[in-house]
């Protein structure tokens, strides 16, 4: 049964020869690339063979190497939502016992690019290592059970990929989990490239190495540096615990095909709400119904979603690097609301691009653009009011001097308010192709022109150059005289006020004036 999987996968890796002739040369040049990669890492670590000293340096390198590579093997499948072409419920019909055929999709897995680049980097490893009949017998059980590890760890996160994320908003949100372990890396890249390598670089690997070296990820490639370094009881333990989590992916794994061999594909379950939601509890009018309408959206369109998800990483993108360039944390603090603000503001200026043909309820039921244009403030404000508030408070504690609560409050304000201005404005105005209803937020059409780009840049600058009085009050309080706190505050308010009421007022003219317009302009899209 092994060897007719083995027989049948062998057959599909030579079907990828058998396509259009470009595919197979860009086929054959990912191969070479791999195999030469391959082939210089394991030169590399032969060379380390004849190394006698420093042996914990080499072993605190290839844990921390040898931990990515296995957290690769976990991870992609699950980002990027590979094809499995040897998916359990394939054999569902053919009644094969599920130990037998656990077994057999586990051990297929051995004929691949993945499969043979890391066999061929786990040789190079066994030489390293191979310092004794000890230190070798321990290179070689460490080799295998990191092979089985990278491996039936694929599988499994493969077929999770595609048993349990096979619907759209499972793979959105999967997406939208990717980008939030991606911000929590960049603390980590900017260390990384700031790090003085000469002076600290080796206690750096080392301090890391000495983490994953007893977490599944860098267990079994620890071990064999214990034992060639004489820490044989460490390397024993290490081993056990690699192999321990071997077992619990097999364990894992076997449960799965079980549960995927008598359950169809996942498929999005259609949910049922009573009542009218949003529409019960606003006002009985155009602009409530509109409101209702934008709430509601705003609360199940993933595109709205990802737009509030990534309102909270951009200061993080922005503070961190300033961290770790020395800037003080009592100044930073002061940065996150604004900046949020700026975001949340800008995130409406093609709103009425995301109704799509929708649009055409508004201009054939005669909505008024003021109606429309307060309507669709209002779920920026259910945000941004609480951010504001809460938000400063926390800011003006970490920076320790409440004196400054009035310059936050007055810049983040204004900011948000000049940018819900703008964007009333600019929405009605200058609309530009968005992702449809019901589309991936990850996907965005191509606009013919630079008209989009400029938009976007206009709107988002125009909210920054309108509250430039009030961040020059708030820097003159902070960092000259106290007495100019209040002038942010006010002027921040009274300016934010203002442009609001004119781009809604603006913004409801050019809706009333430009209705046929704009669903054109959706139709196009």
Same mark, same amino acid.
């Given at each position: ?72 093997? +976990? ?34 897995? $051995? ?52 048993? +349990? ?90 449960? $799965? ?62 503070? $961190? ?98 940018? +819900? ?64 706190? $209040? ?39």
């Amino acid at each position: 049964m092994v060897a007719q999987f083995l027989g049948l996968k062998l057959r599909l890796f030579g079907n990828l020869f058998r396509r259009s002739p470009w595919q197979v040369v860009g086929i054959v040049i990912g191969l070479f690339y791999g195999l030469a990669v391959a082939v210089g890492i394991f030169a590399l670590l032969v060379s380390l063979r004849f190394v006698d000293s420093d042996l914990g340096s080499i072993r605190d390198g290839l844990v921390v190497a040898g931990s990515l590579v296995v957290l690769g093997f +976990l991870l992609i499948p699950l980002v990027m939502g590979i094809d499995d072409s040897m998916d359990p419920r394939k054999f569902a019909v053919m009644g094969i016992p599920n130990r037998q055929l656990s077994l057999g999709l586990a051990l297929s897995a $051995l004929i691949g690019v993945p499969a043979i680049v890391l066999t061929i980097v786990l040789f190079g490893t066994i030489v390293t290592w191979s310092r004794g009949p000890g230190e070798t017998v321990f290179a070689i059980l460490s080799a295998a059970v990191i092979l089985a590890t990278c491996l039936l760890g694929s599988r499994v996160t493969t077929s999770i990929a595609a048993f +349990l994320l096979a619907t759209r908003r499972a793979r959105e949100i999967t997406g939208i989990v990717a980008v939030l372990l991606l911000v929590m890396f960049a603390p980590v890249t900017v260390l990384v490239v700031n790090l003085d390598w000469s002076l600290s670089g080796m206690g750096f690997i080392g301090g890391l190495s000495s983490i994953l070296g007893w977490t599944p990820l860098g267990a079994a490639w620890a071990a064999p540096g214990d034992a060639a370094n004489g820490d044989w009881g460490v390397a024993i333990l290490k081993l056990l615990e690699a192999a321990a989590f071997l077992f619990i992916l097999w364990v894992s794994w076997q449960a $799965l095909v079980s549960r995927m061999l008598v359950s169809p594909g996942r498929e999005a379950v259609a949910k049922e709400y009573g009542g009218l939601g949003w529409f019960d509890r606003l006002p009985n009018n155009a602009a409530g119904a509109i409101a209702a309408r934008s709430l509601t959206y705003w609360r199940r369109d993933p595109r709205y979603g990802m737009s509030l998800v990534m309102i909270p990483v951009i200061p993080v993108l922005v503070v $961190l690097p300033l961290a770790f360039a020395g800037v003080p944390i009592q100044a930073l603090a002061l940065l996150p609301v604004p900046l949020m603000c700026i975001f949340l503001g800008w995130a409406l200026h093609n709103d009425v691009a995301f109704d799509h043909t929708a649009i055409w309820l508004h201009v054939v039921s005669g909505t008024r653009g003021m109606a429309d244009r307060i309507g669709r403030l209002v779920p920026a404000f259910f945000v941004g009011i609480p951010l504001i508030g809460i938000g400063s408070c926390i800011s003006v504690s970490v920076y320790g001097d409440w004196g400054a609560f009035p310059a936050v409050l007055g810049v983040s304000t204004c900011i948000l308010l000049t940018g +819900l201005g703008f964007s009333s404005y600019s929405s009605a105005r200058f609309p530009y192709p968005a992702s449809k209803p019901g589309d991936s937020p990850f996907t965005q059409p191509q606009a013919s022109d630079t008209a989009a780009a400029l938009i976007q840049s206009l709107t988002l600058l125009g909210s920054v150059i309108l509250s430039l009085p009030a961040i020059g009050f708030a820097v003159l309080g902070l960092f000259v005289d106290p007495v100019w706190l $209040l002038p942010a505050l006010a002027s921040g308010v009274i300016v934010g006020m203002l442009t609001l009421w004119g781009g809604i007022w603006l913004g409801g003219r050019t809706f009333n004036a430009r209705g046929p317009e704009m669903l054109a302009s959706a139709l196009r899209a």
